[in-house]
């Protein structure tokens, strides 16, 4: 059987620890869907168009890892994509109550679909989307924290506060 699965996300940026979860993750699986969604509560940095090609960028080549785009609910995405499967990062304690609830509401709205939790690396458990904008608009350095495409990125984004 082809075994598919999503990882979803905002994805604004996307981290080290993003790609650690993928590349851990990806062995697992024929097929990895990295689903950007379209629908971020708050106005995020990057478009979507501008996530996924930053996403695409810091994958290593070839394999089998396609980079996709969605709005409306996760579940209804995954069953039109034929995934059962979806994947999340679990980086600290802090993660598990919100990370619960999604996939337990997942669940409720489509119980066919499974949630599987990948734990952090611990070089990347403290690394998030958020502290990644906010070190690169105050001018620090972002090495190490993300792909070299993210991090020529940010600073293109950021060149007029510097
Ligand atoms: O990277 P994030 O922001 O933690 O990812 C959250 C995401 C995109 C996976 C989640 O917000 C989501 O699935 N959004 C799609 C809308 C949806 O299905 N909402 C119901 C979740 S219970």
Redesign the pocket.
């Known amino acids: 059987m082809n075994k598919m699965a999503i990882y ?4 604004d940026p996307f981290t080290n620890g993003h790609l650690d979860i993928v590349l851990r993750s990806v062995r697992l699986f024929d097929h990895l869907i990295i689903a950007v ?1 379209t ?2 509560k708050k106005t995020p940095l990057f478009s979507v168009p501008e996530r996924k090609e930053l996403i695409r960028k810091s994958l290593p080549e070839g394999g089998n890892i396609t980079v996709e785009s969605f709005d ?4 209804d995405y995954a069953e039109k994509r034929g995934s059962i499967i979806v994947i999340r990062g679990l980086r600290a304690v802090s993660d598990f109550e919100y990370e619960m609830q ?1 996939a337990l ?2 669940r409720r709205l489509k119980p066919a679909v499974e949630t599987i939790f990948k734990m952090s690396s611990e070089e990347y458990s403290f690394l998030t989307s958020s502290a990644v904008k906010e070190i690169a608009l105050l001018g620090g350095s972002v090495d190490g924290l993300v792909p070299s495409a993210v991090k020529a990125a940010l600073a293109e984004k950021f060149k007029k506060h510097q």
């Open positions: 979803p996300g905002t994805f969604t629908n971020a409306g609910l996760l579940v999604m509401l997942n």
